[in-house]
């Protein structure tokens, strides 16, 4: 249970996938001008990383593994995420049009999300078993949600500032940026003293 | 080779495993959307500007769609034209549209009325409200910063002397202006009519003349004057029942302050058709 809660929070503060590992930088500094939009694309985000673990973990060990194929892996990877990624936009825009309406255009967006394509290859790299990996997953989801969350409070701070004239833009954005992942080295080492293993 | 076909094949296999998943996902659960939407949707002009009572011209367009009990004549900025293409869209009888242009209620220029205080704040009838109900010395009048004519998707609106004019030639009667005025001056009249009160002071006689000498005293003369009855003075100011009008002109005529006058409201759908 311990290793459980160990790699959900490390996988929330330490090792955040955007402020950390600096994986998924692209929707980080693309989506999070609006509070809504930010929450409305992390939600697709978590969704989508445990619904590809789910599909990828297995393709790993029962399929790439047995077969010496294990060189495969980023580009049977690609092609699973893409293709359940439409496959869950299909369903859901049939069964659930609400879910689809306020998912929007964020879905398609993350099929070739390097975040979701880094969790599902780090899931096996770090020898995670199905659950821990499910584990890793929601807990990079979150992290992901709340590095977004927010980094869209500190840009609607930007906004109202006064900022002069050549760092409008990108360039106090990615100044916010960097200081907001300053902030996370802070949890380095926190959650190991928390549970002693 | 061999290597190459190894790591070839079961990448293709995958691939070809997705594909046809896709394939029999996307047949099995194909949401139906209504065939005629796409054309209707391009009947519309696509101001988004709500006048048909629908969030934006695609709601309008599904629920003509959806509901073959909804008016294909609502689209006001679209017209005649864009009502008969709908119809024919939809197979339903043609219905002309009531043609409607926007009309400032209230001629409280720098002649008539007076500023009570200096203001210097944000440039904005809704900022300016908030202090004390506006600079001008009446309160229900014009706050002459220009909201509406910011709104206004077709820039038909202008400041003219500290009142909003519309330049009805280039009202669409979309009604975004009417929904902007924080003192909800603005309202939408058929464009066939002419006769206009243009006054929305709500005090008694007395007070209202302190403040404005082109405001509606509420005499109740217009009342008297009118032969079908389409005047009414309501809250101590005068209001014109557009169905009842038959456009004669007597209330302008015998209105004390001038406050109701006859004005060339044709809207910008006269010009095109003629």
Known sequence: ?197 | MNEILIAVIPVVIIGIVCAAVLVVASKLMAVKEDERFPAVRDCLPGANCGACGYAGCDGYAKALCEDPSVPANLCIPGADSVAKQLSEVLGVEVEDVVEQVAVVHCSGDCEHTKDKVIYDGIESCAAAKLMYGGKGSCTYGCLGLGDCAKACPHDAIYIKDGVASVYTCDCIGCGVCAKTCPNHLISLVPDVKRAVVLCSNRDKGALTRKVCSAGCIGCKKCEKVCPSGAIKVENNVAVIDYDKCTDCGACAENCTTKCIRIEDLRGCHHFKES
């Not at chain 1, 255009?105 to 070739?112: E, H, R």
């Not at chain 1, 609607?156 to 002069?164: H, R, T, Y």
Request: with cysteine; charged share 10%; aromatic share 10%.
């Open chain 1, 1 to 197: 249970m311990t290793k459980f809660i160990v790699i959900l929070l490390s996988a929330v503060f330490i090792n955040n996938y955007v402020l950390s590992r600096f994986l998924g930088i692209c929707p980080f500094l693309g989506v999070s001008k609006k509070l809504d939009s930010a929450t409305g694309m992390s939600l697709a985000v978590i969704f989508v990383m445990l619904m590809a673990t789910a599909a990828t973990w297995p393709i790993q060990h029962f399929l790439l593994v047995p077969n010496d194929l294990g060189y495969l892996q980023t580009i049977v990877f690609i092609l699973v995420i893409a293709a359940l990624v439409q496959l869950v936009e299909i369903v859901l825009k049939r069964y659930v049009p609400s879910l689809h309406k306020s998912l929007g255009v964020y879905l398609p967006l993350i099929t070739t999300n390097c975040a979701v394509l880094g969790v599902t290859i780090l899931n096996i790299t770090e020898n995670y078993t199905f659950l821990e990996s499910m584990v890793n997953s929601l807990g990079s989801g979150l992290g992901f949600f709340l590095a977004m969350v927010m980094f869209s409070g500190v840009r609607s701070k930007i906004e109202g500032a006064d900022i002069p004239e050549s760092f409008k833009g990108l360039p106090v954005t990615l100044v916010a940026a960097s200081i907001t992942s300053l902030s996370f080295l802070g949890f380095g080492g926190v959650v190991e003293n928390m549970f002693p293993l």
